[in-house]
Nanobody
Framework: LLVESGGGSVQAGGSLTLSCEVS???????MAWFRQGPGKEREGVAS???????SYADSVKGRFTISRHGAQNRILLQMNSLRPEDSATYYC?????????????????????WGLGTQVTVST
């Protein structure tokens, strides 16, 4: 079970931190954040595995950071320097047997578990 939180509305240039609470053991998974904006296809944003390896979409490199929150089973997405084009519903996904790079490929159809999403709106 994946439960996202932390979405909201922010002005361009601002920051938000999304959280994904993971129920269960995810040793063999890469955990990923995807997003889908209005009229757009779902796209991978950031991913990490249990070893701490990460992967990012080019559009968010240098602005977003994915991490694991200490001993808790939370996957965080720190989003800085937000832009209007970052507005989307953000989803947490568990992608079994994949590297973080593989987990971000395509629209996430290869990932087996999904949260319900959290909305992020960035205004000018």
């Amino acid at each position: 079970l994946l439960v996202e939180s932390g979405g909201g509305s922010v002005q361009a240039g601002g920051s938000l931190t999304l959280s994904c609470e993971v129920s269960g053991y995810w040793y063999y998974y890469s955990m990923a954040w995807f997003r889908q904006g209005p009229g757009k296809e779902r796209e991978g944003v950031a991913s990490l595995n249990i070893a701490g390896s990460t992967s990012y979409a080019d559009s968010v490199k240098g602005r977003f950071t994915i991490s694991r929150h200490g001993a808790q089973n939370r996957i965080l997405l720190q989003m800085n320097s937000l832009r209007p084009e970052d507005s989307a519903t953000y989803y947490c996904a568990a992608c079994r047997g994949m590297t973080p790079f593989q987990a971000l490929a395509g629209d996430g159809a290869q990932c087996e578990s999904w949260g319900l999403g959290t909305q992020v709106t960035v205004s000018t």
